[in-house]
Nanobody
Framework: VQLQASGGGLVQAGDSLRLSCAAS????????MAWFRQPPGKEREFVSV????????YYADSVKGRFTISRDNAKNTVYLQMNSLKATDTAVYYC??????????????????WGQGTLVTVSS
């Protein structure tokens, strides 16, 4: 499975941005899709995941209420709508595909395929 992330950019605090991740080369509907991010100088961290059916979503506490993950299985694409952006959201954002057990959804080792990353910079 190949993943291509896009949509990053430079925005001001309080702005919105939507990231997209297009998948190809596999059966998209058999994978849970997640977003992770890596802030400058820090470890990669979990942001959100949407289960393969699209019926369940989970978020890191730091983005809950501001970010929304969704998927369009007909387009093999997962999205991350980011609202009320903060300077602390500045990071390279990665999409990932995997089949993690529920207890390990935030563990990046549970994901098999990764996109190349897209940089989001939020100026305060």
């Amino acid at each position: 499975v190949q993943l291509q992330a896009s949509g990053g950019g430079l925005v001001q605090a309080g702005d919105s941005l939507r990231l997209s991740c297009a998948a190809s080369g596999g059966t998209f509907t058999t994978y849970d899709m997640a977003w992770f991010r890596q802030p400058p100088g820090k470890e990669r961290e979990f942001v959100s995941v949407i289960r393969r059916s699209g019926g369940s979503t989970y978020y890191a506490d730091s983005v809950k209420g501001r970010f929304t993950i969704s998927r369009d299985n007909a387009k093999n694409t997962v999205y991350l709508q980011m609202n009320s952006l903060k300077a602390t959201d500045t990071a390279v954002y990665y999409c990932a595909a995997g089949r993690p057990v529920m207890s390990a959804m935030a563990n990046d080792k549970m994901y098999y395929y990764w996109g190349q990353g897209t940089l989001v910079t939020v100026s305060s």
